[in-house]
Nanobody, 127 residues
């Protein structure tokens, strides 16, 4: 599975950004896809995940501000594009954001449960 992120950038606190992840190469009908982030000197953490049934899970710090969604290709179960709409951004949201994919049981789990990763897109929020 190939995952390519886009949409990162530098914005001020309170602004919005939308990240996109183009996915290709999988025919799985049961899956988990998600967004993870890693700030300098910190461990990679889960931000939001979505599975093949559309069930979403968010980390507490982004609940009510971020929305994960998926755009499925015609006649396929696997999403074509994964999105992360990020609103009311805070400086502590600054990190490299990664798109990841794995089996459906990986949703809500640790980064180690995901099988495929993009190369990341940098998000910087200034106060």
């Amino acid at each position: 599975v190939d995952l390519v992120e886009s949409g990162g950038g530098s914005v001020q606190a309170g602004s919005s950004l939308r990240l996109s992840c183009a996915a290709s190469g999988s025919t799985e009908s049961n899956y988990c896809m998600g967004w993870f982030r890693q700030a300098p000197g910190k461990e990679r953490e889960g931000v939001a995940t979505i599975d093949n049934e559309g069930t979403t899970i968010y980390t507490d710090s982004v609940k009510g501000r971020f929305i994960i969604s998926q755009d499925k290709a015609k006649n396929t179960a696997y999403p074509k594009t994964l999105y992360l709409q990020m609103n009311a951004l805070k400086p502590e949201d600054s990190a490299t954001y990664y798109c990841a994919a794995g089996p459906s049981f990986a949703c809500g789990g640790s980064p180690g449960d995901m099988d495929y990763w993009g190369t990341g897109t940098l998000v910087t929020i200034s106060s």
